[in-house]
């Protein structure tokens, strides 16, 4: 049972923007590494963002410049803004919640929603 549970996701044309939200009714977020995943057909799941429980931030190469992580602790919300996108964003993107220190090391990751599907046509 997914523990937390991502939304936004959809069908974009190339240079398109989606934001996804992340959720959680079990944990409090700000307390964890939150980090977004993806996982294209046949790939294996990669990471593309954090955010650390003292809010530092990363990306990968690949979306620096284009992606933007962040937290709102009022909601217990993290969110994944995506601009600029591209045919090769297409994938189901999950989001993760870990203890500090958790990188993008997958097996870390103790609570993992269901995916959302996100799209982009050329």
């Known amino acids: 049972q997914a523990q937390l549970v991502e939304s936004g996701g959809g069908l974009v044309r190339s240079g398109g923007s989606l934001r996804l939200s992340c959720a959680s009714s079990e944990f409090i977020l700000e307390n964890f590494d939150i980090a977004w995943f993806r996982q294209a057909p046949g790939k294996e799941r990669e990471g593309v963002s954090l955010i650390t429980s003292d809010d530092s931030t990363d990306y990968v190469d690949s979306v620096k410049g284009r992606f933007t992580i962040s937290r709102d602790n009022a909601k217990n919300l993290v969110y994944l803004q995506m601009n600029s996108l591209k045919p090769e964003d297409t994938a189901v993107y999950y989001c993760?919640?870990?203890?500090?220190?958790?990188?993008?090391?997958?097996?870390?990751?103790?609570?993992w929603g269901q995916g959302t599907q996100v799209t982009v046509s050329s």
């Open positions: 993760a919640a870990g203890p500090p220190g958790s990188d993008y090391i997958v097996q870390l990751y103790d609570a």
